[in-house]
C-alpha cells in the first residue's frame, strides 16, 4: 500500500457498536469488567484506549515501523526514549537540537547520571572518534533547526549498527512523508505530532516508533509506569491531522520552492538556508534520503542587525510572529531572541546564527500571497 492509502486507512476500522467512520474518542478512565479479570482487553486508560490504538496502529504504518508508542507531548515521548537508558550510558547527540531537546539531556538526565556529547554529525564519520564502551545511544535530527543542515542517516546507522548502539532520529522536520528514518536502518523515531503530523496548529502531542519486539515492550512498559499518556480527544485530532499529511506536505513542499527562490533573488536577502537547492552543501544526501525539502528555511539580511530583522518581523500579515512549525498557517520566527535566546550571542554567532536570522515555517496558503506578504515586509 502506498503512503497516500496508508495516511487514510492504517489503523483505523468502522467503529463496531454502530459502524462510525471515524474512530470515536473512547472518553472514559475504565471499562467495565464481566466477572474479575473477564474483559474486552482495556481495563484501566493509562494502560489503553482504544482512540490511542488506532493512532499509535497508523504511526506504525506510516513510518515503516510495527510499533507506535504514544506520549503527551514531543518531550514526553522523548523522555520516554531516555528512560531506556541506566546511569553510566553516554549518548551522542548533534550538536544543533531542539531547544528542549538539549534542555532535557542537560538539565535533567545529566542529573540521573546520564552523560551527553555533542558533536557535528555533517560528517557522520565523526562518530567514531566519540564512540566508547558506554555508548548506548546516539540522537540525530535532520532536517536540524534553524540552519536546515542535512545529516546522513544510513550512513550514522550503518556505524551504529556496527558498534551495537541505538540510533534514534527526531524526525519531526521532515515528516513520514519526506522521510522514513527506520528505512534507513535507524531503530527508534520521534516525533513531535504537535507539528507537520497534526498539522493545524490545534494539539500538543509526540510519537515513538520502532520495528523492533523487545524495544516496544520496553517503551510501552516506560510508557505506562511513567504515565506521560496523551487525552483520546488529541490522539483523535493526531488521527485527524495524519489523513491530510499527504496533501499538505505537497504543498508545503510546492510552497517553500517559491518563497526560497524569491528570497534568494532578492537584493536585500543575503543567504537562504534550504536543502532545496542544489549548492545546499548536503543537497545530495537530501536527494538521497528525502522525498521532498519541505517547507522550513531560514534566511539572513545584508544589513545584519537586530533591528532589521525585527522590522520584518512586525512587519508580515499572513506569517504569524510565533514559535513551532508544521501547521497549515505561515508562521515566522527569530532564533535569536526565541528559541536560541538562552544561547550566548558569541556561542549563537560562532553556531551561524546571525541577528538577522530568520526561520519560515511555510503553510499551504496560496504561495503569491505568501511570496506579497514577505516582499512588502523586506522591502
Ligand atoms: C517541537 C519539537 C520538539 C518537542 O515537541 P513538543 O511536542 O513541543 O514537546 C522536539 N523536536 C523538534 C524537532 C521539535 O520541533
Redesign the pocket.
Known amino acids: 500500500m502506498k503512503l497516500g492509502t496508508k495516511l487514510i486507512h492504517a489503523g483505523v476500522a468502522p467503529d463496531p457498536s454502530t459502524g462510525a467512520i471515524m474512530t470515536p474518542i473512547f472518553q472514559t478512565s475504565t471499562y467495565v469488567q464481566s466477572a474479575p479479570g473477564e474483559h474486552k482487553g482495556y481495563e484501566y486508560a493509562r494502560t489503553q484506549n482504544p482512540t490511542r490504538d488506532a493512532l499509535q496502529n497508523a504511526l506504525a504504518a506510516i513510518e515503516g515501523g510495527t510499533h507506535g508508542i504514544c506520549f503527551g ?6 523522555d520516554g526514549i531516555l528512560k531506556l537508558l541506566q546511569p553510566g550510558d553516554e549518548v551522542i547527540a548533534t550538536n544543533d ?2 531547544g ?2 538539549y534542555r532535557i539531556f542537560t538539565k535533567v538526565f545529566e542529573r540521573y547520571g546520564i552523560k551527553f556529547r555533542f558533536i557535528g554529525l555533517q560528517d557522520a564519520s565523526n562518530l567514531e572518534a566519540h564512540i566508547t564502551a558506554q555508548t548506548k545511544l546516539i540522537w540525530l ?1 535532520t532536517p536540524t ?1 534553524p540552519l536546515l543542515n542535512i545529516i546522513d542517516i544510513a550512513a550514522c546507522a550503518e556505524i551504529a549498527r556496527q558498534k551495537g548502539i541505538l540510533l534514534c532520529v ?1 524526525n ?2 521532515a515528516s513520514p512523508y519526506l522521510q522514513n528514518p527506520l528505512e534507513l536502518g535507524a531503530d527508534i523515531v ?6 507537520y503530523l497534526g498539522g493545524h496548529s490545534d494539539v ?3 510519537a515513538v516508533i520502532v520495528k523492533d519486539e523487545e524495544l516496544a515492550k520496553q517503551l510501552y512498559f516506560i510508557q505506562n509506569s511513567c504515565g506521560a499518556v496523551p487525552g483520546p480527544q488529541d490522539c483523535f485530532l493526531v488521527l485527524r491531522g495524519i489523513k491530510t499529511l499527504h496533501v499538505r506536505m505537497q504543498r508545503h513542499c510546492e510552497n517553500g520552492e517559491a518563497i526560497a527562490q524569491f528570497l534568494r533573488n532578492h537584493p536585500r536577502v543575503a543567504r537562504v538556508y534550504w536543502p532545496g537547492f542544489t549548492d545546499h552543501p548536503n543537497h545530495n544526501i537530501a536527494r538521497k534520503q528525502m522525498r521532498g525539502f519541505g517547507g522550513m528555511m531560514s534566511f539572513t539580511l545584508k544589513d545584519d542587525n537586530l533591528a532589521a530583522a525585527n522590522r520584518i518581523l512586525s512587519g508580515t500579515h499572513l506569517f504569524s510572529l510565533a514559535e ?3 501547521g497549515v498557517e505561515s508562521l515566522i520566527g527569530h532564533p535569536a531572541s526565541m528559541t536560541h535566546a538562552s544561547i550566548p550571542r558569541e556561542e549563537r554567532i560562532k553556531n551561524g546564527l546571525a541577528d538577522s536570522l530568520i526561520r519560515l515555517s511555510v503553510g499551504i496558503e496560496d504561495a503569491s500571497d505568501l511570496i506579497e506578504d514577505l516582499n512588502n515586509a523586506i522591502g
Open positions: 507531548s514531543g518531550l514526553a515521548a522523548t537540537l531542539y528542549g531537546t535530527e533547526n527526531d519531526t522536520f520521534v516525533h513531535s505530532a504537535t507539528k500538543v502531542h509526540g513551532s512549525l508544521g
